[in-house]
């Protein structure tokens, strides 16, 4: 692979290459960063999974997986005839003892061949049960040794709860330094995600307005259209706690919420956000049920298809109780939020594919207009589109036009693609660089993974304990189940619609 960039030398192995995240993320990923010449000059790939393959088998397996998966698809036959050759595959058993030692020749030939000791990156795409014995044969083969220059990947899931995840810190933590593990949210490598620093922080507008003093409550919702697919068995153990809310809600609920950092350091960002995980207030026992909603999709219409119920789905218990739908109201102890809640759900077979934050203000502490004037008030708010159409609108109110004082709603709005002609990167492709960079603010240092843990653990606990109680089905294709609306009718609040165009 032939590139202008200045960075290092760089080898990235892939273990657990085999599966689905290699081809359908990671290389589009990287092959889109290879035809944007942005990936080192010196760039090899190589595959490790057990079932043996030859090199060209998996390339051509990566291949496909481009043409399907890529916003560019292969774009350029001689390009991609370029890439491929940086890419190797390995088949190794890491759960053996002799693994690894053909890895540990290959990085060598590799390095011999360029007449440098190349940064090497090491990403963990493997099921959790096997997390621990890859990092160890990585670790046992010393391949990843040098802090300065290896680096480790590890992908999510990160533990199943807060003990798991601590083990699973613990265990990394012996065998490589904090700087070296990159732990992947890949929400935070969206461009909207990171757009929500430079919208409360670059803008002197709307700091002084980002409290409880302004601002009456906050929506995030990550609503999904796709039921499970074929990743049944992971998700049936996991649900949608687990799946999106421990990691992606809260990520974007700290980057809401969080104070303002002191510089662009990758510590001093992530210190804030931990800052805003301590503060959520600790869901009691008892209470759950008041502020935690859970509800599993029956059997519907999503645009306008018949889809199955989640328990008729493949690899999927047909008893199962494992949600996947969560609602939740979190408070933010702190001076900024008192007072103000914050509502987070998501859902699978919800009506639309849509992630956005709304942001509704208080009304105005006197209205002095004429009654019939401010019928259809409506209080401001600021809508922050994450997918699709990102971008961010403003509710305003204003005059109608006409003889008469008549109050009307207006949106002031901004888009990524009409404002900015170029297309954005994918989150993989903003990941991948920044880890070949050594850039660690995109991702999960280990007590941030801790607090957020921390904070969703007890409601796993309470929700575990009692199954099927409280538990409501909804019918695929709706905006989840009726408890979740009564949570936030409880403060006179009800759920923000999002707007969406057709998929
Ligand atoms: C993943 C979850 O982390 O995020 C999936 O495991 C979910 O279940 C996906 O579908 C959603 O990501 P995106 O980028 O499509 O919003």
Known sequence: MAHTASLPPTILVIVGAAG???RRKLI?????LHLDRQLPDRFAIIGVARRPLEDDAFRQSLREGVASFSRRGIADEAVWRTFAEGVSYLSEDVLSPASGLALSSRLAAIEKDWGVRANRIHYLAVPPQMMEPSAAMLQRLGVCRDCAHDRLVVEKPFGRDLESARALNRFLGELFVESQIYRIDHYLGKETVQNILAFRFANSLFEPIWNRRYIDQVQITVAE????????????????????????LLQLLCLVAMEPPISFDADDIRNKKVDVLRAIRPFHPDAIHRVAVRGQYRRGTVLGRDVRGYREEAKVAPDSTTE????????????RWQGVPFYLRTGKRLP?????????FHEPPHQFFPSAAVESWQPNRIVIRIQPEEGIGTRIQVKQPGTRM??????MRFRYHEAFRTPAPEAYETLLLDVIRGDATLFMRSDQIECAWQVVTPILEAWDSVPAAGFSEYAAGTWGPESADLMVARQRHSWLQPSVAPE
């Open 20 to 22: 689905d995240l290699t």
């Open 352 to 360: 639309a594919k849509v992630s956005e934050i709304n942001v509704l």
């Open 406 to 411: 008549l109050l009307g709603t207006a949106e």
């Open 225 to 248: 259209t796709v039921g499970v697919e074929e990743r049944g068995d992971y998700y049936d153990r996991a649900g949608a706690l687990r799946d999106m809310v421990q990691n992606h």
């Open 28 to 32: 589009p990923a990287l092959y889109n």
């Open 324 to 335: 996947t739908f969560a609602a939740f109201t979190f408070h933010i102890d702190n001076w």
